[in-house]
């Protein structure tokens, strides 16, 4: 089952403006992950926040955790056409056995130059 | 590149057949999971191995999948009789089980088409 529900599910921008994603989960987690994934490829690693954080950033990328809301965001600032892909939030399955990530639906990003 | 390979990238096969793919993670990485993607949806968790020990598998890996990583190093995960609902992206992904490394890293995947 999925755990983390992104929302937006897609997302239109013109290059240089913010892209905001949401991301809810449901159960306690150890940390949260966001990864990228462009047309029919695999996935990349961007980000990882612990549960005892509430901001990280890298490069253009922010990501904030609020764990009594059980949300993340991801704030990409400037946004290029390169940042064109789908963006998954990953969460451990802190109650289950081994660390499989469980992931949301994704949000699907376009950005137009 | 992650440093995950996969192989092959994509593969057409009929209904029935028996396909197999491989995955090399990154070298030192101990733990290797295998993930299935299916179009518009998030990868889903199949099973997972700590060095050769397969130690945990999904409710979607039925009996028709089964997996393997004999020397701790690359893993294979075979399909047989495939069905039509088997079409999807298999994912595999490596990771280090050294403290503060509990990024998962993917390889690019294979595509299947069941016809």
């Not at chain 1, 954080?53 to 009594?68: N, P």
């Not at chain 2, 992650?2 to 070298?27: E, L, M, Y």
């Not at chain 2, 191995?49 to 409710?59: D, M, P, T, V």
Request: charged share 20%; glycine share 8%.
């Amino acid at each position: 089952s999925q755990q983390g529900e992104e929302d937006p599910q897609a997302l239109s921008i013109q290059e240089g403006e913010n892209a905001t994603m949401n991301c809810s989960y449901k159960t306690s987690i150890n940390n949260l992950q966001w990864y990228r994934q462009n047309s029919g490829r695999g996935l990349v690693h961007l980000i990882l926040i612990r549960s005892n954080e509430r901001e990280k950033h890298s490069g253009r990328l922010r990501v904030t955790l609020d764990t009594s809301k059980k949300s993340s965001s991801l704030l990409i600032t400037a946004s290029r056409a390169a940042d064109t892909a789908s963006y998954f939030c990953a969460t451990d399955a802190y109650h289950q056995a081994g660390t499989a990530l469980i992931f949301g639906k994704g949000t699907t990003l376009s950005v137009s130059s | 590149d992650t440093g995950v390979s996969q192989d092959p990238r994509h593969k057409i096969t009929k209904r029935g057949q028996n396909v197999t793919f491989r995955c090399d993670p990154i070298s030192e990485h101990n733990r290797l999971y295998w993930y299935r993607q299916t179009l518009g949806q998030g990868p889903e968790f199949l099973t997972y191995f700590q060095n050769e020990a397969q130690l945990e598998k999904s409710r979607l890996l039925s009996d028709r999948f089964s997996a393997e990583r004999p020397k701790g190093s690359f893993s294979t995960l075979e399909i047989q009789r495939t069905e039509q609902g088997d079409s999807a992206m298999y994912l595999c992904a490596s990771e280090s089980t050294r403290a503060y490394q509990e990024t998962q890293y993917f390889g690019p995947g294979t595509r299947l088409l069941v016809l």
